[in-house]
């Protein structure tokens, strides 16, 4: 019986398992994320994502295991991010209201968990974060697991 993994966020649940099973090397967008984190010495970063990536912990394990805490936000602005993207970025549609939520929901977080940083864990956040202005750095974990794959290729050769 073959199984099939029609939902990304699945892919991430099972990563170790394929990766063990996979004749090519599998480069983790996860562990990519973590390894950047650490590399320019975060200790306390912010994770937008999915309501599935935030509230879950397959997504923070990689980082506190690396003691480097991570938040999501919480009640309101977690609804906020969750329904944004899945009803208007995953279709393309980018409001100036919503860029102004989002700005609000990260100033919420480093006031409240003093983040450092803020992490990307959707592929479709930065069509609202390439134009807006943050007083903290952004993780892109699309742009960072793109250069880990280049580097995994470079070093295979």
Known sequence: MQHHITDRKHAHIVF????TKSSVPLVSIIEATQKEAKKLGYKKVGLLGTRFTMEED???????????????????????????????????????????????????????????A??????????????????IPCLDTLE??????????ELGN
Do not use: W
Request: aromatic share 8%.
């Open 16 to 19: 170790d398992t394929l990766r």
């Open 118 to 135: 803020i992490i990307l864990g959707c592929t479709e956040l930065p069509l609202i974060f390439d134009s807006m202005n943050l007083t």
């Open 58 to 116: 397959f997504f923070k394990k990689p980082f506190q295991e690396e003691k480097i805490e991570i938040f999501s936000p919480q009640g309101e602005d977690l609804d906020f991010v969750a329904d944004k993207i899945s009803h208007e970025l995953e279709h393309g549609i980018i409001k100036e209201e919503t860029k102004c939520g989002f700005l609000k929901v990260i100033e919420n977080m480093i006031h409240t968990y003093d983040i450092e």
């Open 144 to 153: 960072i697991h793109a250069n880990a794959l280049i580097s995994a290729m």
